[in-house]
T-cell receptor
Framework: QKEVEQNSGPLSVPEGAIASLNCTYS??????FFWYRQYSGKSPELIMS????GDKEDGRFTAQLNKASQYVSLLIRDSQPSDSATYLC??????????FGGGTRLMVKP | GAGVSQSPSNKVTEKGKDVELRCDPI?????LYWYRQRLGQGLEFLIY????????KSGLPSDRFSAERTGESVSTLTIQRTQQEDSAVYLC??????????????FGPGTRLTVL
């Protein structure tokens, strides 16, 4: 069973702080890693993808990948109340579908 | 450009009826996926289409579920003899390529199915 694990939260951070979201995966053959944001009642929206070890930055978002530790993280700098959502980690092992974690609910308090 | 579209946005049906859900992928995307998301739960893979290849049906939960896609265009997911446990949001996604590194999948708005 290929698994992707996330802490369900909620993770509560004050406005302006850094939110750190974590994800571990079981399949060492995994090659592509994605972070999706899902607002309540809406569909997942792709916000970051990462394929190589290290950091990848896009605006306020930084994705971090450590294949040796089978660990992916997402940092959100200067968190805003509008960032409050569920963040889904998804992993692809060069197969056809994505395996999703259960998601971490983030709450940014004004 | 236009994103993935799905119809209907909501569907309420009675137990035992058949339903058909539609997905229109992003133009030029060769791969199309169906997922299911039950209330408060994660996404479950259902089926995958890549060009004219045989679909990957490994995620379909029972033989009541089937899907079709003509070429690289619209797909329909059919659920026969619906049961209450079929109630969920059915999400369609498409990607430019189906395999290999990358394969970013973009989701449609989903169809919320309620079986009474």
């Amino acid at each position: 069973q290929k698994e992707v694990e996330q802490n369900s939260g909620p993770l509560s951070v004050p406005e302006g702080a850094i939110a750190s979201l974590n994800c571990t995966y079981s399949d060492r053959g995994s090659q592509s890693f994605f972070w999706y944001r899902q607002y309540s009642g809406k569909s997942p929206e792709l916000i970051m993808s990462i394929y190589s070890n290290g950091d990848k930055e896009d605006g306020r978002f930084t994705a971090q990948l450590n294949k040796a530790s089978q660990y992916v993280s997402l940092l959100i700098r200067d968190s805003q109340p509008s960032d409050s959502a569920t963040y889904l980690c998804a992993v692809n092992n060069a197969g056809n579908m994505l395996t999703f974690g259960g998601g971490t609910r983030l709450m940014v308090k004004p | 450009g236009a994103g993935v579209s799905q119809s209907p946005s909501n569907k309420v049906t009675e137990k035992g009826k058949d339903v058909e859900l539609r997905c229109d992928p992003i133009s030029g995307h060769t791969a199309l996926y169906w997922y299911r998301q039950r209330l408060g739960q994660g996404l479950e893979f259902l089926i995958y289409f890549q060009g004219n290849s045989a679909p990957d049906k490994s995620g379909l939960p029972s033989d009541r579920f089937s899907a079709e896609r003509t070429g690289e265009s619209v797909s329909t997911l059919t659920i026969q003899r619906t049961q209450q446990e079929d109630s969920a949001v059915y999400l369609c996604a498409s990607s430019l390529y189906g395999t290999g590194i990358g394969n970013e999948q973009f989701f449609g708005p989903g169809t919320r199915l309620t079986v009474l």
